[in-house]
């Protein structure tokens, strides 16, 4: 059974650092896009990272662009999320999702499956 | 604003057929796969429907995904109370170099 725990959220003042976590078991991670997603009170998912399966690339969405670095540790099955200079907006449910095999074409927007999600608080 | 445009809002009574639409544009729907998810309340979201039309195991065929140009649709037939949730597309947008979801569509079911 795919198994995806997040863990590391929290409450945060404006501008501090945070790092999540995503701990999976049930499939070869190694073999596998990752990507980070985030869900604010009340609103809609947004895309905010993806990272390949050894880790040699990265991309970001715009609104977290040169605050946040997605990485990986394939001997710990283990994805992360630095988060720095957080600000209120960022406050939101972070999901990490499992993306598609590191031999499939990669520009896709299939994540499957989800973590169960962890909360950022981002205040004063 | 999200980049693919969905209805905020759909109902249906049980038995009924209900679609949800999703509007896009070349960078994105024209040009790649669309896929919906299904988030349930105070659950993670679920993938629905890929590569346009394709269901996964254990998704009843009650559910159906279809895309035409830089539009795509969800269609639910003989809808059940347990399909009340929240419905997102998505797609990857080449100008964004990055994944996009529809602002979602929270289907009632009366």
């Known amino acids: 059974e795919v198994q995806m725990v997040e863990s590391g959220g929290g409450l945060v003042q404006p501008g501090g650092s945070l790092r999540l976590s995503c701990e999976v078991s049930g499939f070869t991670f190694s073999s596998y896009w990752m990507h980070w997603v985030r869900q604010a009170p009340g609103k809609g998912l947004e895309w905010v990272s993806r990272i390949n399966s050894d880790g040699s690339y990265s991309s970001y969405a715009d609104s977290v662009r040169g605050r946040f670095t997605i990485s990986r540790d394939n001997a710990k099955n283990t994805l992360y999320l630095q988060m720095n200079s957080l600000r209120a907006e960022d406050t939101a449910v972070y999901y990490c999702g499992r993306g598609v095999p590191w031999d499939h074409f990669d520009r896709r927007a299939e994540i499957a499956p989800w973590g169960q999600g962890s909360l950022v608080t981002v205040s004063s | 604003q999200s980049v693919l445009t969905q209805p905020p809002s759909a109902s249906g009574t049980p038995g009924q057929r209900v679609t949800i639409s999703c509007s896009g544009s070349s960078s994105n729907i024209g040009g790649n796969f669309v896929y919906w998810y299904q988030q349930l309340p105070g659950t993670a979201p679920k993938l629905l429907i890929h590569?346009?039309?394709q269901r996964p195991s254990g998704v009843p065929d009650r559910f159906s995904g279809s895309k035409s140009g830089t539009s795509a649709s969800l269609a639910i037939s003989g809808l059940r109370s347990e399909d009340e949730a929240d419905y997102y597309c998505?797609?990857?947008?080449?100008?964004?170099?990055?994944?996009?979801f529809g602002g979602g569509t929270k289907l009632t079911v009366l």
């Open positions: 998505a797609a990857w947008d080449d100008s964004l170099s990055g994944v996009i």
């Open positions: 590569k346009n039309n």
